[in-house]
């Protein structure tokens, strides 16, 4: 395995770990570190350092954004479902495949914009 792979894993893995420790501790502060876009900035900084290419860089970014509307779907659905008094997982796995149908439905729109 090669050293930047690791070095990308424990990177990755230790931004996760500090948001979700975080949250624990402090619900407020953990919801900003969830919302800040983190693994996107992880994954543009090393498609940049891995192939320099601005081009693929500004791509990214736009089909980041192009992707996140769809998402809001999930952080409506969840706690609705949880307010409603629906079992934790069942919410859960309710948001995720309404969130996933959301992005199938507007996949055609997401193509367009390249």
Request: with cysteine; hydrophobic share 60%; charged share 10%.
């Amino acid at each position: 395995m090669n050293l930047s792979l690791i070095l990308k894993f424990l990177l990755s893995a230790f931004v996760i770990t500090a948001a979700s420790e975080i949250a624990k501790r402090n619900v407020s502060l953990g919801a900003l570190l969830c919302a800040l876009p983190l693994t996107s900035l992880l994954v543009i900084i090393w498609t940049w350092v891995e192939t320099g290419d601005q081009a693929r860089v500004v791509s990214l970014n736009w089909s980041i954004l192009a992707y996140t509307i769809p998402s809001f779907v999930f952080f409506i659905v969840f706690p609705l479902g949880l307010r409603l008094g629906l079992h934790f997982w069942f919410s859960l796995m309710g948001a995720s495949l309404l969130t996933a149908l959301t992005y199938r439905l507007v996949q055609p729109w997401l193509d367009q914009i390249g």
